[in-house]
């Protein structure tokens, strides 16, 4: 199963199994699978397509889960934005990952052009899954110990990767039950090879060379070398 169709497998599954919830609304499977279907084509209306990508400027809540599969449905991708960060830094995140739409509270952020409650759409037209193993899944961009900009990108193939290591790290299955209170996408990366990922910086193509721990000279002394 690819992660695109989680929404309609559970709904099918057990449409009145609750999905997701935050401090203002409940969504069961049934209904969280009605308002990725209205996002999707929300966003295909306003020109989001494959290869696309969509700037998300959202805190924790329903709808930015729903922005994600939605875009996912569509073939594009997502890069996520908190809306705590400055207006220069979330600026930045959106040019630099070229988003086409960028959903969140209007009132909130001038660099939102959709705002979130128009996701919300009665009559909709169903948009079915069009999505590649390698197409670009997710954008994520922080900040090393140095303080440079980082960037990652994250194809579907390798987004199912770090799902599954999450369940296994986590012991999860399908009678555990989360909250998010921190970007869970750090601490996942933690249990991922380097050799796992695809981009590490911003600008570059290829992840930079594994630096040589430093219980080991990068270099052995031509006589102490080890025979």
Not at 57 to 73: G, K, N, Q, T
Not at 142 to 158: E, I, M, N, V, Y
Not at 170 to 189: H, K, M, N, W
Request: with cysteine.
């Amino acid at each position: 199963m690819h992660i695109v169709d989680l929404p309609d497998m559970r709904a099918i599954q057990h449409p009145s199994g609750t999905c997701l919830a935050d401090d203002r609304e409940t969504l069961d499977n049934a209904g969280f699978r009605s308002r990725v279907q209205a996002a999707a084509s929300v966003l295909y209306a306003r020109g989001v397509a494959e290869g696309d990508v969509v700037g998300v400027v959202l805190p924790y809540r329903v709808d930015l889960v729903v922005v994600m599969f939605a875009a996912w449905r569509l073939g594009a991708a997502i890069t996520l934005a908190c809306p705590a960060l400055t207006d220069s830094e979330i600026a930045f995140r959106l040019t630099d990952s070229r988003a086409s739409v960028v959903v969140g509270d209007v009132s909130e952020s001038p660099s939102v052009n959709l705002d979130a409650k128009e996701l919300i759409a009665e009559d909709f037209g169903l948009v079915v899954p069009r999505v590649r193993l390698d197409g670009l899944a997710l954008i994520i961009y922080s900040f090393s110990a140095g303080g440079q900009r980082r960037c990652l990108r994250l194809d579907h193939t390798r987004l199912a990767l770090l799902c599954q290591r999450a369940a296994d790290g986590f012991g999860l299955d399908e009678t555990s039950r989360s909250l998010l209170v921190l970007p869970a996408i750090y601490a996942i990366l933690a249990m991922v090879k380097p050799a796992e990922l695809t981009r590490y910086s911003v600008g570059k193509d290829k992840p930079p060379a594994r630096s040589v721990p430093r219980c080991w000279p990068a270099r052995w002394p031509r006589r102490a070398r080890p025979r």
